[in-house]
Nanobody
Framework: QVQLQESGPGLVKPSQTLSLTCTVS??????????WSWIRQPPGKGLEWMGA???????YYNPSLKSRTSISRDTSKNHITLQLSSVTPEDTAVYYC????????????WGQGTQVTVSS
């Protein structure tokens, strides 16, 4: 079975860069037909898709976050990394990584999520 687990700091100061790692087990991030997304949920709000990286390494980003977002991978470690620069308190959210099925918006496997608070 495929499992995903997010990790990284729970507290980040405004203007700094948030960096999170998604560790994938039970499957390869280079397998055909899948992409790997970062999705977040601020308190009291809905899910917001941030961006994704394909099995081939190509990336896609939500236009509202593209200027601040970078998604990368380490295939030897089966890791997906999120970097979000110039953070503000509005970036406080639970951050999830998830596996998506190509040609759709459906994600079949999700991590448990990790809380990130932006505060001085």
């Amino acid at each position: 079975q495929v499992q995903l687990q997010e990790s990284g700091p729970g507290l980040v100061k405004p203007s700094q860069t948030l960096s999170l790692t998604c560790t994938v087990s039970g499957g390869s991030i280079t397998t055909d037909n899948y992409y790997w997304s970062w999705i977040r949920q601020p308190p009291g709000k809905g899910l917001e898709w941030m961006g994704a990286i394909q099995y081939s390494g190509g990336t896609y980003y939500n236009p509202s976050l593209k200027s601040r977002t970078s998604i990368s991978r380490d295939t030897s470690k089966n890791h997906i990394t999120l970097q979000l620069s110039s953070v503000t308190p509005e970036d406080t959210a639970v951050y999830y990584c998830a596996r998506g099925i190509i040609y759709s918006d459906y994600h079949d496997y999700w991590g448990q999520g990790t809380q990130v608070t932006v505060s001085s």
